[in-house]
């Protein structure tokens, strides 16, 4: 059965750190671009970060950037973001999502959400003092 499962959300204070995981079963995550998405209340799903098949490459939204960071273990068959200094703009549900790179450019990582081919459930961060 293919599954991503995202765990590591919780509730931190500003200025904390989390790290969040993406474990996939029933596929192997090597050979797959994998995307960061976040939604928050009121606002719309936006791309966070995306790193590609190899980790070669890596793509953060300018307000995550020197914040977080994202990294695979193809050998774990997981993908983890690190977040760092979160403050409570970064509250959200942050979902993982796996796509072929034959399906979707490099370059639309963070923004072509339906070419992804599969998703986790999603994990709640909450930012608050």
């Known amino acids: 059965q293919v599954q991503l499962v995202e765990s590591g959300g919780g509730l931190v204070q500003p200025g904390g750190s989390l790290r969040l995981s993406c474990a996939a079963s029933?596929?192997?995550?090597?050979?797959?671009?994998i995307g960061w998405f976040r939604q928050a209340p009121g606002k719309e799903r936006e791309g966070v970060s995306c790193i590609s098949s190899s980790g070669g490459m890596t793509y953060y939204v300018d307000s995550v950037k020197g914040r977080f960071t994202v990294s695979r273990d193809n050998a774990k068959n997981t993908v983890y973001l690190q977040m760092n200094s979160l403050n409570p703009e970064d509250t959200a549900v942050y979902s993982c999502?796996?796509?072929?790179?034959?399906?979707?450019?490099?370059?639309?990582?963070?923004?072509?959400?339906?070419?992804?081919?599969?998703w986790g459930q999603g994990t709640q961060v909450t930012v608050s003092s």
């Open positions: 029933g596929f192997r995550l090597d050979g797959y671009t």
């Open positions: 999502a796996a796509a072929s790179p034959g399906r979707m450019l490099w370059h639309a990582c963070y923004a072509e959400a339906r070419r992804y081919e599969y």
